[in-house]
């Protein structure tokens, strides 16, 4: 198996919120800018311009009771609200699925995922603790349908994992990328967004992650194009 196997859509973020590997093109709200990334460009999201990238419900991007993995490098501009990084989560007429954020509360990120549209559990980075203003963090969160359980980390490190049964909802509220859907936002930096239809190991993670250098989409081709090399030579 390689990384791209169950990948579904990545986000380089380079100049607008196209999708490099399927076909979730995402639309800009608010006229998001581009800067310096974690690799090559990046988006930077300022939330009193309500800033977004965004695209309807489909197929694609729905999840329900499966295995899946959300995967973005962040970065925080301010920390005095909560503000939110991405996710498919509506709370007008019950479309809650998952998102991810920045809680000032608990100073820490955070992962909710709800499995009826209405209520929700909330996994939360505590192993990794607190982040600071004006840095690089690669944020992991999954879903694992088989142990029932929503699960974070944070710059690869020992993850958090939350019971949670009934998988995620299967909503029609938009996706979004840096806001939420109710257009709550994001003030900071966002990089190399994945999203996989699967579990990704812990060597996967480790890789993507790169020792805090991040991986492109080039990357994550050239890895599966070496992989079936590898599997030929061996057999």
């Known amino acids: 198996m390689a990384i791209i196997d169950s990948l579904e859509s990545f986000w380089e973020l380079e100049a607008n919120g196209n999708d490099s590997h399927g076909s979730n093109n995402l639309t ?9 990334g974690k690799v090559g460009n990046c988006a930077n999201f300022e939330l009193d311009s309500g800033q977004r990238l965004y695209l309807a419900s489909n197929s694609s991007l729905q999840t329900g009771d499966i295995d ?35 809680d000032p509360g608990s100073n820490r990120f955070e992962f909710f995922a709800s499995a009826d549209g209405a209520s929700s559990t ?18 992991v969160v999954w879903h694992n349908a088989t142990a029932n359980t929503i699960n974070i980390q944070v710059n690869d490190g020992t993850a958090n994992s939350f019971a949670h049964a ?4 299967l909503g029609s509220g938009l996706f979004n990328i840096g806001a939420r859907g109710d257009g709550s936002g994001w003030d900071g930096l966002g990089d190399q967004v ?11 993670r480790t890789w993507l992650y790169n020792s805090g250098a991040g991986r492109s ?8 194009s070496g992989g079936v090399r590898r599997f030929l030579l061996m057999r």
């Open 28 to 36: 800009d709200e608010g006229v998001v800018t581009y800067t310096t």
């Open 68 to 102: 899946f993995t959300f995967a973005q490098w962040v970065q925080l501009e301010s920390n005095g609200a909560a503000i939110y990084s991405a996710g498919k989560w509506t709370s007008a007429g019950d479309q809650r699925e998952w998102f991810t954020r920045y």
């Open 122 to 139: 909330i996994a939360t980075a505590n192993n990794f603790g607190a982040p600071s203003l004006a840095t690089w963090y690669f944020l």
């Open 166 to 169: 009934g998988g995620i909802f």
């Open 194 to 204: 994945g999203f996989w239809k699967g579990l990704l190991s812990d060597a996967e």
């Open 217 to 224: 989409y080039a990357d994550i081709v050239a890895e599966a």
